[in-house]
């Protein structure tokens, strides 16, 4: 808990079967008093009119992509306003973790990106029978624009080898070196092209 007595957030991202929900329950569980939120969880609150995110991804998904990080973000801070830790685990790379750092803004945000091997993230995911990987999306791809195209900031866990509970246990030794300052997001500066 924060000295002014507001719970703290916690922002778990990576690859599809990076291991995000895993990690992100497990550290809420490791905390005294703390609430987990999954990202997929308020995405599915979405019933009717459902837009997927492909590669290249469309207008209406990234919004509705847009509405599934404030709706994590909001529940979220019900509970950390009653002083409880909140732990988010998302899918938020490449130029939407800008985004997601100006959604939150201006709170505090302990983030971490689950940086496993494209080869674990592959067996994970024939393990668990998943199918995250399609319309247009591939493993090397997504590790690729994590590594290449997502800005470092937080702490960044390379989990290829770590249980959830090792990797739980090295976010909670380097919570420091998680936490991000949302404000300078707050009010990205206008392009170059709309200065007068």
Do not use: C
Not at 54 to 76: C, D, K, M, N, S
């Amino acid at each position: 808990m924060t000295q002014s007595g507001t719970g703290r957030l916690f922002v778990i991202s990576g690859a599809q079967a990076a291991g995000k929900s895993t990690v992100g329950r497990a550290l809420a569980e490791a905390l005294p008093r703390s609430v987990f939120v999954d990202g997929d969880t308020i995405g599915n609150f979405v019933l009717s009119g459902k837009e997927l995110m492909t590669e290249p991804p469309r207008t209406p998904a990234i919004e509705q992509l847009f509405l599934r990080y404030a709706g994590a973000l909001t529940v979220a801070d019900v509970y950390r306003s009653a002083g409880f830790d909140a732990v988010i685990a998302d899918n938020i790379f490449g130029s939407f973790l800008n985004d997601y750092l100006m959604i939150a803004a201006p709170e505090p945000v302990h983030f971490v990106m689950l940086n496993a091997s494209a080869d674990i993230i592959r067996a994970r995911e024939i393990a668990r029978g998943g199918n995250a990987y399609r319309d247009g999306f591939t493993v090397e791809g997504l590790v690729s624009s994590i590594e290449h195209d997502t800005l470092r900031v937080g702490l960044w866990i390379d989990n290829t080898v770590l249980t959830a509970g090792q990797t739980v246990a090295q976010i909670l030794r380097h919570t420091d070196d998680a936490l991000v300052d949302t404000r300078e997001f707050a009010n990205p500066p206008a392009d170059a092209g709309d200065a007068e």
